[in-house]
């Protein structure tokens, strides 16, 4: 049985994260065991999650991942937790575009059973707050709305009216915030900073939001609607019986630190599964790899924030460079790719791909079908995946470049036998077939320099 309640809400920007995350903070301050999930391809919210829990940051997304795999791997990210609060994307019924609502949050709390408790930012109406609330109960019987937290409330007189129009409604009150200015994440081009970026402050600010949540919502309203939830059939997502390995193990380096945020859980799972430990390594501080390195992760994040740092940091940027042409397997995804390009905005990078990347006035952000245009370290030719790009750079590929993928007709990125560079980011979880390629191209790099020493 696991208790499960999703946090949805009209719209963006009614403070879904803010109290998402609040509620995992409070109800661990209880003493709960907290899972932490996001609706989506996001990386941003779950930073805060995983802040709020404790917990490795998970996410749920059918179309990333599959409509089979959301309750085995809600499952597996929540073995151990006494609750699972799923944080919702955009309005309750967006998804994907022209899909009628597929790999909305709505669809994702239908294929988990789970009630929704619907977050209304109340700071520009009173009584149509109600008609909003008893629209969104009625517009789909498949989902349970079980309460509403009404957030941004301007003073008592505001929430009486409201809290009257809505007895009409029969959806229950769980909650009743207060605008509070200690309460703000602040943001940037690509959304809320990540957690990674202001790690003290967000730290400082981890226990007052838990207090506000705590005084403004009945969380043991909530807990009740979780515990509601049925139980689940089916078992665990599990690493181990999506790829296996037998033999000695290598090690790779990740990117992490400020600059590299971005990276799903499931990713270094698989890996691990695979026999392949992950060494995080900041290229903003750390100027050598690992030792005994045999491969290099670059995941996304936001380089263009950083990239004086990391142009700066020339020591690592030629490491990565030699190994990289003495055909260390890599894989790169979005700020990975823009790593390892010739250079970002007029400064010098890795270089190990020949193109310059630069900023755009405007962003690209949406799901994708693509296909694999040869086989390389990553995947075979021919083989198609669903994906997820979100970016505000761009690149030219160089002339006779290798892409690494193909959609709307396309190509993109770079690849090769042992280096694979895109703008897409692919939940492995859901093509666990890519952690195996890439985990034996690692291996057989391994045992290459293992011979020559």
Not at 109 to 117: G, I, N, Q, T, W
Not at 153 to 174: F, K, M, N, Q, Y
Not at 194 to 212: C, Y
Request: glycine share 10%; proline share 6%; aromatic share 6%.
């Amino acid at each position: 049985m696991v208790a499960r309640v999703v946090i949805a809400a009209p719209g963006s920007g009614h403070g879904k994260t803010t109290i998402a995350a609040g509620v995992m903070a409070a109800l661990r301050s209880r003493g709960m065991k907290v899972s932490g999930h996001k609706v989506g391809p996001d990386f941003i919210d779950p930073s805060y999650h995983a802040l709020a829990t404790g917990r490795p940051a998970r996410n749920l997304d059918p179309f990333l991942q599959g409509e089979d795999r959301l309750v085995p791997l809600l499952l597996h990210g929540s073995a151990g937790a006494d609750i699972a609060v799923i944080e919702g994307v955009m309005g309750l019924f967006d998804g994907a575009l022209g899909t009628e609502g597929y790999a909305s949050t709505a669809h994702v709390a239908r294929l988990l059973d789970a009630p929704v408790v619907l977050v209304v930012d109340a700071s520009a109406a009173s009584r149509s707050v109600a008609a909003v609330v008893l629209g969104f109960a009625n517009y789909d019987p498949r989902v349970r709305l079980a309460g509403v937290i009404l957030n941004k409330l301007g003073s008592r007189r505001h929430e009486d009216e409201i809290v009257t129009a809505l007895e009409a409604t029969g959806v229950p009150l769980l909650g009743a915030l207060r605008r509070s200015d200690e309460i703000h994440a602040p943001s940037r081009h690509l959304g809320l900073v990540p957690v990674g970026e202001r790690d003290a402050d967000a730290q400082r600010i981890l226990p007052k939001l838990a207090e506000w949540i705590s005084d403004g919502v009945d969380l043991d309203a909530v807990v009740r609607v979780a515990r509601k939830a049925p139980t689940l059939s089916g078992s665990a997502w599990d690493p181990h019986a999506e790829v296996s390995y037998e033999g000695p193990r290598a090690v790779i380096a990740a990117a992490a630190g400020q600059a590299f945020t971005f990276r799903y859980t499931e990713t270094v799972e698989l890996l691990a599964a695979a026999g392949v430990d992950v060494v995080d390594v900041d290229p903003l501080r750390e100027q050598d790899l690992p030792e005994d390195c045999a491969g290099l992760y670059f995941g996304g994040g936001f380089p263009e924030v950083h990239a004086a740092e990391l142009s700066g940091n020339a020591a690592l940027r030629a490491e990565v460079a030699g190994a990289i042409e003495r055909g260390m397997p890599v894989v790169a995804e979005c700020a990975g790719l823009l790593y390892l390009c010739r250079e970002l905005d007029g400064l010098p990078m890795v270089g190990a791909v020949e193109a310059a990347a630069v900023m755009t006035k405007r962003g690209k952000l949406g799901y994708r079908k693509a296909v694999s245009l040869s086989d390389n370290v990553l995947a075979a030719n021919g083989q198609r995946v669903t994906g997820h790009e979100f970016h505000r750079t761009g690149i030219q590929p160089g002339q006779g470049d290798s892409p690494a993928w193909g959609w709307d007709r396309k190509p993109e990125g770079f690849a090769t036998p042992s280096l694979h560079a895109s703008y897409l980011h692919v939940h492995w979880a859901g093509y666990p077939e890519l952690a195996s390629r890439f985990a034996a191209a690692v291996h057989a790099h391994a045992a290459l320099v293992r011979d020559r020493v």
